[in-house]
RNA sequence: CCCCGGGUGGCGGAAUGGUAGACGCAGCGGACUUAAAAUCCGUUGGCUGUAAGGCCGUGUGGGUUCGAGUCCCACCCCGGGGACCA
């Protein structure tokens, strides 16, 4: 028996008999309940796992093992996220083909994960590149075809000049693309995206009811991008000192019903805008705009149908301070605007050709400062009747909203910077604070709105200046102007996402391909499911095209197809980002062999949803927006029985390495945010220590910080490393990989190891049998006591995800066992308590050194393995003390502590601790107002 | 600018509104040793005091409470995310 831990002699023989045993192999032993226990599908990458990454696994499978020992059928699979950009990337690096390149790196992974033992089923692994996965991948997409929830469009997209292929837009950050840097351009190709779209509300709602990190749930949320407000029409005039009253815009709406119905206005019809008339006329005196008599204005129908554009706001409330509008400068109305107001169109053209070259990281880069140029249009404010000039600039984006907006600069700071700069009017009509006024009175800031800044934005006000509608709040003003609207068929109540359509193309050979065909009437067929899946051609060659189509255009063997018809056809040639394999793979896992359909509904049923999913925050919004998104899909289609994929989600910190830097030298530049030049731990040991410092920054193979988990296991072993991982610091907080701490969880399994061979002497298998019999008193309360009491805490920690203090409560365990233990010669009932301590330490270790509890199990005389075993049970009667210790206060400071019975009454606490001589001290001589009592706990005298 | 996290000894961190600093690391003192490593025992927030003890102490300032690291308000700093989304 070991009486100390020593990794090398036992770890490797343990591993090797549990993959003999196939001990975890995934059960589903009827009578028992499930738990699906997943990480995040890795990417394998070439450089291996850091022990970075095995703080995510760690956990896991700690989970997994009590969840086993504790009755549950247990899911826990690994599998590998093969297909996509960074494999193909580092396969082109490499000059190499990426599936055999894959295979090795794949490989090496599950190396790695045996080493630290986790307890993954690896019969039911796969690869997202593997043709009887990508087959199923091909079949999930026809069935969002055949719901109308894919489709190809001509689609303005963002192009990595880099990666030579377009990305999603999640996949673009601050304008540069995500995995390379590069700034993305915008090029026109035919695409296909996922109408994710339509599930905007669902993926918001259904977030109520999922047990995830509010973080991640906030970042969704605001990604979706809800908002609710008010499309509205506005007419567009090339006049802009005329004012258009109501009356004037329903003589318009007149003649045009006129024209159309071949110049005569039908009765009815004339009767309704006769009410209308009355209607506006009534509501233009209201909000005191001029009742102008009844001219028919030709503004609006120079050249044939009247000109309009719809605008959206969240803010109608403040529509009486429009003073200008803003179209996006791809808005289609520019064009109808310049053809008839000629005198602004060539400084509009050069404005459009600029903001069209400008790529989004330049655009977002100058966000303050805004452009524009006049378009010679007014826009007619259906509120108040007033024209106000309608200007391009690219503040305004067309794929969002309408691609116009009214242009508030008193309560909107981007409109507020336009109108600084470009000289329009701000008009208050919002009530400001005099919290916001800070001094200076009302008067002064309406007549100089221009010198408050930053502007009034909030809704905690009232309307001004706005007829009728005075006094409003934001609720209110916001309901009356959508009823007047929508009730005058102005406009309408609508909602607003920010969230686009997935963008699933890549023009890359690395993918999954998407099972179309393009017959030559121009028309798409889906390829039948007999004939899926569509396998990805074996090639030499495979670099990407920069003319925008997929290198697999080019084989032509691949591209041209017959069908039963013998008629000719084209493949679809682009591929599948890798996000849209990820969306589905732990559906997959659930039945990963079946070759008749992509899972049998039993399994999918039996397992999902996954209790426990596992991985870093980075996905927040890509991954797990998407495979939720499937997921509902797929419940839609009746074949998943939940609408949401992952019932609780947990976010692990990372881990940091202590990484050395230079400062820069003469000449040298840093990027924004850099402290200073990342140099190697060689290069740091030639340089004197005031030119160089230390940083913690995250593993990785780029910053040449990384620890391996080959070095880790090898200096320190592998249940070391978990310990060490386990205890460090909370699940979800970064830590700071250091030697001494590993040190530290060595010196902690060795006095595990040292407790058990001290004492397996008295170790009585039958234990179990005989201890209620014999009254625990004494030491062996105390033992039996400091079991329970473990068990409890160690059953509580894990299931929380409190792995630091669970094994924190592991090491206060062991020293209070040494302590218990020193110099005892025990009796029966102490044998039979130091038995039931022994095999609770190891079971209650088994999930996190489970190396060490086998080999302790074994030396025990047991068989089989402590997995095998069931999870230790506490008495809840066991887990309290007889006595406790309590606080005494006076006037809420403590004075003393003293010893009582546990089961002492209010009145006996309340005694004893008046009767404490440093309490006396204090209550002497004063009166006692009050006792505050908490039982077990403290007794508080105010005096 | 907005939205999330988070600021506790020399360090990582613990603490259902109820004894702040559990547990570990590092340090210090001691035992064992020819010596060192390893191991074991003791000690370790600051100030003050011979001691018992006292005072201060969880980013800053206020508040609620018998009692605040914990709840509320304002602010400062650090980390992450989103950023012209109308």
Redo the contacts with the bound molecule.
């Keep these: 028996m070991p009486d ?1 831990y020593e990794p090398a002699s036992f770890e490797a023989k343990w591993r090797a008999r549990w993959a003999k045993a196939e001990l975890f192999l995934t059960r589903e032993e009827p009578g028992r309940p499930k738990f699906y226990c997943l990480d995040f599908f890795p990417y394998p990458s070439g450089a291996g796992l850091s022990v970075g990454h095995c703080r995510n696994y760690i956990p896991n499978d700690v989970v997994a093992r009590m969840k086993y020992m504790q009755g549950f059928n247990v899911l826990h699979p690994m599998g590998f996220d093969a297909f996509g950009l960074p494999a193909e990337n580092e396969a082109i690096k490499n000059k190499t083909h990426p599936a055999p390149m894959i295979d090795r790196y794949a490989a090496t992974y599950r190396r790695q994960m045996d080493l630290v033992g986790i307890s993954y089923d690896w019969s039911r692994s796969f690869k997202s590149s593997d043709p009887t996965y990508y087959k199923w991948t091909q079949w999930i997409f026809k069935l969002l075809y055949q719901r109308g929830l894919a489709y190809r469009a001509n689609a303005e997209v963002n192009w990595c000049p880099k990666d030579k292929t377009a990305l999603a ?2 996949e ?3 304008g540069l693309c ?1 995995r390379c840097g590069t700034p993305v351009e915008k090029r026109q190709i035919p695409q296909w995206f996922f109408k994710i779209t339509d599930y905007a509300q669902r993926l918001i709602d259904d977030l109520d009811d999922i047990d995830w ?4 749930k ?2 969704q949320r ?2 979706i ?1 809800r ?1 609710e ?1 008010i499309e509205f029409e506005l007419k567009v005039a090339f006049d802009e000192s005329g004012q258009t009253s109501f009356t004037d815009q329903l003589a318009a709406l007149e003649a045009e019903v006129a024209e159309e119905a071949g110049g005569q206005v039908p009765g009815a019809v004339a009767e309704k805008i006769a009410t209308l008339e009355a209607k506006l006329g009534i509501h233009a005196q209201k909000v005191g705009a001029d009742p102008m008599p009844i001219t028919r204005s030709d503004d609006f129908a120079i050249k044939g149908k009247p000109l309009t554009f719809r ?5 109608v409330d403040t529509i009486f301070g429009v003073t200008f509008c ?1 179209l ?1 400068p791809e808005h289609p109305l520019v064009d109808e605007i310049i053809k008839r107001a000629p005198e602004q169109g060539p400084a509009v053209r050069e404005y459009q050709v600029q903001a069209r070259r400008k790529t ?1 990281a330049e ?2 880069a ?6 524009g140029v006049f378009t010679g249009g007014y826009a007619v404010n259906p509120a108040n009747g007033k024209r106000v000039p309608i200007y391009i ?16 600069p008193a309560h ?4 507020f ?1 336009f109108a600084v700069k470009y000289d329009l009017d701000v008009v208050p009509v919002i009530k400001p604070t005099e919290e916001y006024l800070a001094g200076t009175s009302l008067e002064d800031y309406c007549a100089n709105p221009k010198n408050h800044v ?1 502007v009034f934005t909030s809704k905690d006000s009232v309307m001004m200046n706005s007829g009728e509608y005075d006094g409003l709040t934001y609720e209110e003003g916001t309901a009356a102007l959508g009823q007047w609207m929508e009730g005058h068929g102005i406009g309408e109540r609508k909602i ?1 996402y ?1 969230l686009r359509d997935w963008l699933i193309s890549r023009q890359r050979y690395w993918g999954c391909p998407i099972p179309v065909i393009h017959s030559k009437d121009g028309e798409m067929h889906l390829v039948p499911d007999d004939c899926l899946p569509v396998y990805l051609p074996d090639v030499e060659s495979y670099e990407p095209a920069d003319d925008g189509s997929s290198p697999l255009a080019k084989i032509s063997d691949f591209v041209n197809v017959t069908d039963l018809d013998g008629k000719l056809g084209r493949r679809e040639t682009d591929t599948m980002g890798g996000f849209a394999c990820s969306s589905w793979y732990f559906l997959r896992f659930c039945d990963p062999y079946n070759d008749e359909k992509p899972w049998d509904q039993e399994r999918v049923n039996y397992w999902m949803p996954v209790d426990c999913y596992v991985g870093g ?2 996905h ?2 890509m991954h797990l927006l998407y495979a939720r998104f499937w997921t509902k899909v797929l419940f839609d289609a009746g074949l998943v029985p939940v609408k949401e994929p992952f019932q609780k989600l947990k976010n692990q ?1 990372q881990v940091l390495a202590m990484t050395p830097y230079r400062h820069p030298k003469q000449g040298e530049t840093l990027a924004p945010g850099e402290e200073g030049v990342l140099i190697s731990f060689k290069e740091a040991e030639g340089i004197p220590d005031d030119q160089k410092f230390y940083r913690w920054a995250r593993m990785s193979k780029s910053k040449g910080n990384v620890v391996t988990p080959e070095e880790a296991v090898e200096s320190y072993g592998a249940d070391a490393l978990r310990v060490y991982e386990l ?4 699940f ?5 990989w ?1 030697n ?2 590993m ?6 399994l ?2 595990v190891c ?1 407790f058990v061979s001290d004492h397996a002497a008295h170790y009585d298998v039958g234990w179990k049998a005989e201890i209620d019999a014999v009254p625990a008193e004494g030491r062996s309360l105390a033992f039996r006591r400091a079991t329970h009491q473990a068990i409890q805490k160690a059953t509580e920690d894990i299931e929380r995800f ?1 792995f ?2 669970y ?6 365990y ?2 209070t066992l ?2 218990l233990t ?1 110099g005892l010669q025990p009796n029966r009932a102490e044998k039979l308590a130091i038995s039931e301590a022994i095999e609770s330490l190891v079971l209650l270790m088994a999930p996190s050194a489970p190396h060490t509890a086998d080999e302790l199990w074994e030396s025990l005389g047991r068989l089989g393995f402590t997995y095998g075993e069931s999870w230790p049970k506490f008495d809840p009667s066991l887990t309290v003390d007889d006595t ?4 005494v ?1 006076v ?5 003393d ?1 003293i010893e009582i019975e546990a089961t002492a009454d209010r009145a006996a606490m309340e005694a004893a601790a008046l009767e404490s001589p ?1 309490v006396k ?2 209550t002497d001589g004063q009166t006692i107002r ?1 006792v ?1 009592i ?1 039982p077990g ?2 007794v ?1 005298v ?1 005096v």
């Design positions: 100390r837009n999640e673009v950050v601050a995500e990190p509010e973080g991640i906030a970042m605001n990604w991008g908002s407000g605008v959206f706001t969240t803010r803003v996006s989004d655009r977002t100058d966000t303050k400062d805004k452009s600039a690219d503040y305004v984006l067309m794929n969002y909203g309408t691609g116009a907006i009214m242009a508030v909107d700071p981007r409109d910077d930053p607003q920010k925050a980075e927040a919004v910190g205890f460090v610091a909370p979800d907080t970064d830590v700071q250091s001494e701490g040190n530290g969880a060595v010196r902690f060795s006095r040292k409190a630091n203090t094994i924190s409560a592991m090491m206060i062991v020293n040494s302590d020193k406790v210790t309590i606080a206060q006037n809420g400071k403590l004075r502590t440093k001290v204090y009050k505050i908490v706990k403290l508080n105010v």
